[in-house]
């Protein structure tokens, strides 16, 4: 029996997704939260019994959001997984997600065997993306690697160029920290964090934020 925990904001969608999940035969839902804030302190206190071993997270959500929320949980509960729950394949929340832990990502259309394949697949150590979604991960990929080829021969690319509170925004981006909650964790205003992530832009010479990422990571700029 799977244990299933749902963080919905949107009640119809919340109870329809629970009902649908109760039906199923092998699953058993021990948590039904309306937010990542709610979520995040009932895991603190829950007991085997009832602390989720998947989790369907919507993607719309704020203070904190889907993807911050799926980051704090796996810090302390790393067994946990995660599957986002999206109305489209949008590129930096498909990149956030993985970077905060995420091992699924579905559109909410999806009909409930492959929602529940996809509980079963992850149960089991493995992966699962909508098609739509799996398609636009490859795109990244590709995009990734065009800009990790053009930034090995870029001088102006290097780290000797961010200032100190840059690094500390980028390494915070890097964890799947988004710019909402950098903004509460450095006690600095959403415009202020908007106009430092504009400059790591510039000095790296990238075009967004997965790229400036993945050249944090791939040149081990953080590893501890």
Known sequence: MVKIAIVEDNQMLRENLEQRLTSFPGFIVVQVCTNGLQFLE???????DNLPEVVLISIQMNL???????????????????????????????????????????????PTP???????????????????????ALEILRNQTLTSNKDAVTPASNLGTLSKRELEILELLTIGHSAQTISQKLFISSHTVQ?????????????????????AQDRKWFSK
């Open 195 to 215: 106009t430092h992530i504009k400059r790591i832009y510039n000095k790296l010479e990238v075009k967004n934020k997965w790229a400036a990422i993945k050249m």
């Open 114 to 136: 492959v929602i529940a394949q996809a509980i079963w697949d992850i149960k089991d150590g493995g992966a699962y993306m909508s098609p739509s979604i799996a398609k636009k």
């Open 64 to 110: 904190p959001d889907s993807i911050e929320t799926t980051y704090q949980a796996k810090v302390k509960f790393p067994e946990m997984q995660f599957i986002i729950l999206a109305v489209n394949n949008d590129d930096e929340h498909i990149f956030r997600a993985i970077q905060a832990g995420a091992s699924g990502y579905l559109l909410k259309e999806e």
């Open 42 to 48: 009932i895991i603190q206190t829950s007991t085997s």
